[in-house]
């Protein structure tokens, strides 16, 4: 597969630290959003999930947090390991009853052994 | 389930030629979403289909992308004429929608070189 975006912006971490990544959407309307994570070679793949009447959520290892005055949403990844490099995506459902997922532009995360 | 499988995994053409690119969705999922990724423009959505009919093709590049769903289970993204510039990494992805949005699940992607 592809390596997505020479420009894109990169996040680099020592092995067991904590990451953020950051992400802005588009529209207030917008009532689900996604992390995925893509690997190089593969397609995206789901992380974790937040709706709009929430603004915290956790899985294992990761959180999403979600600002909708800022409309701004992160993905804290704890104790980050080798196999968390990767490029992340947010998603947005725009709200508008459709299902589409719109993207950002990705965070490439390097993880430093 | 094996996921949303795409064939072929890798596609190279000579510009001019007929594309036609396939995606069975996972069994049981109502929506299919054909997406195109490239480096300057990352992960673009072309077309939603929901029940086998196309909601928005409003990201179909020019009237060379067609794509048509014949039924639950098969799905095929054609492009004739290819151009160079459609070079690319598609995916193909489904869900299924219930109320409010839920994840889309990602086949491996078709890569497309158009020389």
């Known amino acids: 597969g592809e390596s997505v975006g020479l420009h894109l912006p990169t996040l680099s971490v020592q092995e067991g630290d904590n990451s953020i990544i950051n992400c802005a959407y588009s529209?207030?309307?917008?009532?689900?959003f996604i992390w995925y994570k893509q690997e190089s070679g593969k397609g995206p793949q789901f992380i974790i999930d937040i709706r709009s009447n929430m603004d915290k959520r956790q899985g294992q290892r990761v959180t999403v947090l979600l600002n909708k005055t800022v409309k701004h949403l992160s993905l804290q990844i704890a104790a980050t390991q080798p196999g968390d490099s990767a490029v992340y995506f947010c998603?947005?459902?725009?709200?508008?009853?459709?299902?589409?997922?719109?993207f950002g532009s990705g965070t490439r995360l390097l993880v430093r052994p | 389930d094996a996921g949303v499988i795409q064939s072929p995994r890798h596609e190279v053409t000579e510009m001019g030629q007929e594309v036609t690119l396939r995606c069975k969705p996972i069994s049981g999922h109502n929506s299919l979403f054909w997406y195109r990724q490239t480096m300057m423009r990352g992960l673009e959505l072309l077309i939603y289909?929901?029940?086998?009919?196309?909601?928005?093709d409003s990201g179909m590049p020019e009237d060379r992308f067609s794509d048509k769903m014949p039924n639950a289970s098969f799905s095929t993204l054609k492009i004739q004429p290819s151009e160079p510039r459609d070079s690319a990494v598609y995916f193909c992805?489904?869900?299924?929608?219930?109320?409010?949005?839920?994840?889309?699940?990602f086949g491996q992607g078709t890569r497309l070189t158009v020389v």
């Open positions: 289909f929901n029940n086998n009919v196309p909601i928005d």
């Open positions: 992805a489904s869900s299924f929608e219930g109320v409010g949005g839920t994840e889309a699940f």
């Open positions: 529209n207030s309307a917008s009532d689900y």
């Open positions: 998603a947005e459902n725009l709200g508008d009853s459709s299902y589409k997922l719109i």
